[in-house]
């Protein structure tokens, strides 16, 4: 199982998600936990980047397995809970979002919001999720009182790696390096880690690319230039899976 997160709002994560779904074999889904931006329909409130992984998927999970938490506005999550008075909690995104095809699928990953200190209110982040969730995924592995297939826990090794979306524009190499010195403090593993060009315009790119290629300490899943049309089909010719 993989969280992928990035190193700023619109780095590109849910097309390098859905990418990377696309590009997956067998039994596979993705989830947004947290969602901003969303739009009303008859259903309730809907998230693009939910609906996109969603179509990368195969497991028939329903809308609100998918994206538990959804607020209209598209401003900071804890911002918008509070004004509709909703009190996020590291433990109570986790409650909300975990789901037995997490560990089922043969392929799953998680699409964080914004980059990896995404603020949940009162101190906590959304990154606490993640590590609450490593912890769950651990207990998943050692304990029976579970009650999933047991050969599906034979087969997972009870860990969440991180995808890193890294958007390349000016500033991304700060910005790529300090969250990877911050999922490295948090106890996190980096599976690998994708460079998508945001600007259309960014200069010397290969450098830049070069440049990370030398400092970041996890594989290099691919460079995604920047596409006329974005979609996951597209998107997936140029990355790996981890």
């Known amino acids: ?31 947004k936990p947290i969602a901003s931006g969303c739009e009303m329909s008859e259903s309730g409130l809907r998230n693009s980047d939910a609906l996109m992984l969603m179509a990368q998927s195969n497991m028939g999970l329903a809308y609100q397995n998918v994206n ?32 037995s095809a997490m560990v089922s699928a043969d392929f799953a990953l998680i699409e964080g919001a914004g980059g ?35 050969t599906k826990r034979a087969n997972y090794n009870g860990t969440i790696d991180v995808i890193l979306v890294v958007g390349m524009k000016l500033g991304c190499l700060n910005h790529a390096l300090l969250t990877q010195e911050a999922l490295l403090a948090d106890g996190l593993s980096i599976a690998g880690w994708v460079a998508n060009q945001v600007d259309a315009d960014m200069a010397f790119i290969e450098d830049n690319l070069q440049s990370l290629q030398q400092m970041m300490q996890a594989p290099f899943l691919g460079y995604v230039p920047h596409l006329a049309n974005p979609s996951a089909e597209n998107a997936a010719a140029y990355v790996q899976l981890p």
């Open 1 to 31: 199982m993989y969280f992928v997160t990035g190193t700023d709002t619109d780095s590109g994560k849910t097309l390098i998600s859905s990418a990377l779904l696309a590009k997956a074999q067998g039994q596979k889904c993705g989830f």
């Open 68 to 99: 538990p938490i959804s607020f209209q506005p598209a401003i900071a999550p804890h911002i918008a809970a509070s004004q509709v008075h909703i009190a996020l909690s590291a433990q109570g995104v986790l409650d909300a979002m975990f789901h």
């Open 116 to 150: 990896w200190r995404l603020p949940l209110g009162n101190g906590e982040y959304l990154s606490d999720t993640v590590k609450l969730l490593q912890a769950k995924l651990q207990q998943y592995t050692s304990s029976k009182s579970l009650g999933y297939d047991e």
